[in-house]
């Protein structure tokens, strides 16, 4: 990796920021110009973040290397982050972003796909998608992505997956801002090993604010399980009856 990237945009609302080239020749936010919304931001910067961990390697251990560590052992980490840090931020939130970037790179090269975007189709460093011009996208929550765990897994597998789902999930709810950072890599790591999609802006903005919303965060996550989950059931239920019915 050559070269150091401008410093963040500013807090404006107009035109998308112009690009400086970065690691391995991936643009990274201009130094003037305006700054996306916080959550067009979080869509943005992750999907930058799959994006150079795709084509460029050194970029992508640089990120993998802030797995499990404080924001003062991450150096290598700051060239490739910071330029996209909103000007005004909390710590949490300035964690957030460095935990969900490390996260991205420790998944396996072959699942390192944009959510939300076709292949070609990845918003650039610094850019938004004009909301008028495209339809709003889906959030899903990590319940939503351990429900998607369990539905995905083949007969007895499925039943194993769910008590480990449940419990993984669970403990996550349970956590403070600290034993949530120290969890997370772990569980995350392990949705994406059984091939279930993670909203990483999503997880990106809940992380974030997880110090002074958890009790709300956690009963979305929950919620989100333990209908997707019973809806399965019913599925499934009918599904018998169909076959009981079909046999007689």
Known sequence: MSGTPPPAAQDTATAPPPTA?????AAIPGQSGP?????SRAQAFTDWVVQVCREDPGARSALRSGLHKDLDSVQRM????APWLPEQRSRDVERAYYAVAAMIAAQPR??????????????QPGEQEAARDRPR?????????FAMAVAEGPGREKEMRAGAAESRLNILTRQGI??????????????RTLGVDVDWAQLLEDLGHWRARSG????????DFYRL????????????????????
């Open 21 to 25: 080239a970065g690691a391995g020749g």
């Open 35 to 39: 700054r996306p919304r916080q959550d």
């Open 78 to 81: 700051h060239r490739l982050v």
């Open 110 to 123: 072959s699942s390192l796909v944009p959510a939300g975007h076709r292949a070609g189709n990845a918003v």
């Open 137 to 145: 996208r889906l959030r899903t929550s990590l319940g939503t992505s």
């Open 178 to 191: 600290n034993g949530l950072h120290r969890h997370l890599p772990a569980s995350v790591g392990y949705l």
């Open 216 to 223: 709300r965060i956690s009963r979305v996550w929950l919620q």
């Open 229 to 248: 989950r019973s809806k399965e059931s019913v599925g499934q239920a009918d599904e018998a009856d169909e076959r009981e019915l079909a046999e007689h």
